[in-house]
């Protein structure tokens, strides 16, 4: 083989090398551009859910807020109501108590009393005279 063969062989191996590195380095280059433009992508939507989470945070503890005055307002409601169950069974006692001596004065026999008499009498259900 000549020289001059030998060299365009060597030549032609060494073109080959760097069509095969430069090509691998354009390949190279082509999946690095479009993994950084994947995590620019990502950034973005991790950014935008970042700002959505605060904005679900500011909500939940808005919420948060409102149910703690809510169960406040629940529990005087409720201290209301049990007053005024306790008010409406000593009504209700006084209302019977009343009934009963209203049939109690029902089934008296009347008899000839004086005002002093009656006085004594109303003072022993409970009801004196002025």
Known sequence: MKPQTKIYIGLGIAAIFAIGILG????????????ESAVETAKGLADDAGQRAEQKEIEASEYKQKIEYLE??????????????????????NSGH????????????????????LCKKLA???????
């Open 24 to 35: 691998g380095a354009a390949w190279s280059d082509h999946k690095i551009a479009k993994l």
């Open 72 to 93: 406040g307002q629940l529990a005087d409601i409720q201290t209301i109501a049990r007053k005024q169950d306790e008010e409406l069974e000593k009504l209700n006692d």
């Open 98 to 117: 009343a009934r009963v001596d209203v049939e109690r004065a029902h089934h008296t026999r009347s008899i000839v009393a004086n005002a002093d008499e």
């Open 124 to 130: 022993e259900l409970g009801h004196g005279c002025e």
